[in-house]
């Protein structure tokens, strides 16, 4: 999850993402100054997207995947949370003594052991 994701991966793996300000306004180093100033620049939401996470990249250095997975799950976006870790390796694991069950919540049984 330390590594930074590149504008392309972004694009690809939130492309489902319709909320994208709200998610920007969790995003370290994005102002809502930011947000407005892309919402007026641009009139379709892959053109916003693209600006966001450009704009994210270039003003915060330290920007990696942890804080894409906390922005998302800040924004409700739990489906695009669960996408992001697939992609990176992040399996769920059952705690000492407890099995994992369908369509149990994540924060209730599982820590996240990142596989790569």
Known sequence: MDRKPEVSELLEWLDELTRWKKFGTFLPGIRPHDLDIIEDEENRADNRKIALFGKWL????????????????K???????????????????AKAGEEMVDGQEEADKEEMVDVN
């Open 58 to 73: 270039r003003v915060y250095p330290e920007a990696n995947w942890g804080h894409v997975i906390d922005a998302l799950k």
């Open 75 to 93: 924004a409700n976006e739990k489906e695009l949370v669960e996408k992001v870790k697939k992609k990176l390796g992040i399996l769920p694991v």
